[in-house]
């Protein structure tokens, strides 16, 4: 047998080196390395090659079998829309997210409106005690919900569990950091530990047919590996975000191999628990600053649903050598971007001002169409004069000053016209011969019609 060798593996990002080192070369992130035992074993193909074993693999056409993937919608219309229509058995679904984001209430959620309808049901808890999980179940009204509860950490005791029964329809284990393996020499919550035991797990759902769902904890200190490093392993990856101090939570899809990965579903926890939001937009732009400067409505596309949510900026002379950039909800460097293009090509003198933006109600925004509501939100911060109440604004902002076509245009009207908006100012080029519902526009080639459109700033 090969000898068992040490490698030093980072936490983080899972790079392995030969030494201990504070910073991780690969990614740059501190104190997260940890010394771990590799698997005494070389290379498979190595190891089959000279004990002679395997067998002849056989292969398949692409066109044999074209079937959708069978769908078990969960009852939770919001986490089903994510997953693309509801989870697909025999499929693994990874949920990140910071600790107390609500993953465990999601879940658990999820779970119980899954048994309810009939379907077998395990949710192991390997951080919480059985009584934990039962008061939450109760504060959540669902103490009667046929759920089997389990508190197993050991992979080979729950492999074991889980191939005495009948393979149940969906697995939970809260969370994938609590799993240990004795099979592996690593501490628990190690690299190591963590891609052996996910994937012992995701070849069991493979196999039996079961969903699983694995709940991983997104780590800033590195003390225990971070979810990104099982991402290859499962199907779908689910990321559950929000702000502190704020009520709204977005899950949002970033891998799935079996649907789309820009839905967004979105959820207001409640003292009972998680609840959807249908109409997400009306929620955004629920308590709205209206009459004062600096704020400016988006039309947004999250997925194949329309979102209208508030962006509000403060532009402010800054007292320091090197101005103030801060960003929520928002890329950073779009931000830079834009501020440059304002200087640049519409002579807005922002250089020797702080800058905040910020996207209202803890959305992350990624649609690039909204650059021209955030330049509408500086522009009116920075000139002192509040933007209409009743416009929306979207549009793509190029390095030349130029306001470039975006898609859906239809959608993002539609949503503003049924949330009481009675005017857009959207791309020219995105502006059809027939002349849109309800709704006047104001068509935008330049960067500098906006400009113009606010005027000078106010002298006080
Ligand atoms: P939890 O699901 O335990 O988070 P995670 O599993 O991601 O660590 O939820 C934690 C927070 O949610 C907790 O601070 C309290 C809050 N919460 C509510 O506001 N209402 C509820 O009904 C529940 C169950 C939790
Ligand atoms: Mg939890």
């Known amino acids: 047998m090969a000898k068992a060798s040490k490698a030093f593996v980072c936490q983080a990002c899972g790079a392995v080196s030969a030494r201990w080192s504070g910073k991780c070369a690969a990614c740059g992130e501190w104190n997260s390395i940890i010394e771990e035992t590799a698997a005494p074993s070389g290379p498979p193909a190595l190891v089959a090659i000279r004990g002679g074993k395997g067998r002849a693999a056989s292969f398949e056409g692409l066109g044999t079998e074209t079937r959708d993937a069978p769908r078990l919608p969960t009852g939770m219309a919001e986490f089903d829309r994510v997953l693309g229509g509801g989870l697909v058995p025999g499929s693994a679904v990874l949920v990140g997210g910071d600790p107390g984001i609500g993953k465990s209430t999601l879940l658990l959620q999820a779970a119980a409106a899954l048994a309810t309808s009939g379907a ?122 929000g702000q502190s101090g704020h009520q709204f939570r977005i899950l949002r899809a970033v891998k799935n191999r079996f649907g789309p990965t820009d839905e967004i579903g979105v959820f207001e926890m409640r003292y009972e628990g ?42 402010a002379p800054s007292l320091l050598s090197m101005p103030r950039r801060a960003v929520v909800g928002w890329d950073p460097n779009r931000l830079a971007m834009l501020i440059a293009v304002l200087e640049a090509r519409c002579g807005t003198r922002l250089g020797a001002q702080d800058v905040y933006l910020n996207v209202a109600g803890g959305l992350k925004l990624g649609d690039p169409a909204a650059d021209l509501a955030a330049a509408a939100a500086l522009l009116s911060s920075f000139t002192g004069r509040p933007a209409p109440e009743d416009t929306v604004y979207f549009g793509e902002v190029s390095l030349t000053g130029a306001v470039r076509a975006v898609g859906h245009m239809d959608q993002r009207l539609k949503e503003a016209t049924k949330l009481g908006f009675t005017r857009g100012v959207v791309p020219a080029a995105c502006v059809p011969d027939r002349q849109l519902q309800e709704i006047r526009l104001m068509p935008l080639s330049q960067l500098s019609d906006l400009v113009a459109w606010f005027g000078p700033p106010e002298r006080d």
């Open 120 to 241: 077998p049901v395990i949710y192991l808890s390997g951080e919480e005690a059985p009584a934990q999980v039962r008061m939450r179940a109760a504060r959540l009204g669902l103490s009667q919900a046929p759920v089997a509860l389990g508190t197993e950490t050991n992979l080979a005791n729950i492999i074991a569990t889980l191939s005495k029964a009948k393979a149940p329809a969906l697995i939970v284990i809260d969370s994938v950091q609590t799993l240990w393996s004795e099979g592996l020499e690593a501490a628990p919550g190690t690299i190591s530990q963590l891609r052996g035991c996910a994937s012992a797990l995701v070849s069991y759902a493979k196999a039996s047919g079961s969903t699983l769902v694995l709940v991983g904890h997104v780590t800033k200190d590195g003390q225990i590996a971070g979810p990104k490093v099982i991402e290859h392993v499962v199907d779908t990856v689910l990321y559950f975000e």
């Open 274 to 315: 998680l609840q959807q939001v249908e109409n997400p937009s009306a929620l955004f732009l629920s308590d709205r600053d209206q009459g004062a400067p600096g704020t400016a409505v988006f039309a947004g596309m999250e997925g194949t649903r329309p979102i209208l949510v508030e962006i509000q900026a403060l532009v």
